[in-house]
């Protein structure tokens, strides 16, 4: 079964940057959409950003909070994809999940087939 493992969450200044990582094992492949998702205290589970493999090459999709300062990107030779997280600001305080899907639609929608244990991201103002 599908493993996601999260790690590179922490706590960062206002304006700052972090990338946070997620490893997958367990028969994913490029076939899968690879997501982000990120919950705050007393919100609901929103929609960070995505990569899937359409024609041979990655595309990727933003939530209008982050476009333009995330950026999600993968390394299939290590099974690994990643969020870099650039101006950096209090409201993106949250626990963010990595996502998995065969497709895009759960994925955006914040109910992805799997998820990790998610790491904390913290930013202070």
């Known amino acids: 079964q599908v493993q996601l493992v999260e790690s590179g969450g922490g706590l960062v200044q206002a304006g700052g940057s972090l990338r946070v990582s997620c490893a997958a094992s367990g028969g994913t492949d490029s076939r899968y959409v690879m997501g982000w998702l990120r919950q705050a205290p007393g919100k609901e589970r929103e929609f960070v950003a995505a990569i899937s493999w359409v024609t041979w090459r990655d595309t990727t999709r933003y939530s209008d909070s982050v476009k333009g300062r995330f950026t999600i990107s993968r390394d299939n030779a290590k099974n690994t994809v990643y969020l870099q997280m650039n101006s950096l600001k209090p409201e993106d305080t949250a626990v963010y999940y990595c996502?998995?899907?065969?497709?895009?639609?759960?994925?955006?929608?914040?109910?992805?087939?799997?998820w990790g244990q998610g790491t904390q991201v913290t930013v202070s103002s």
């Open positions: 996502a998995a899907d065969r497709t895009t639609p759960n994925v955006v929608a914040g109910n992805p087939s799997y």
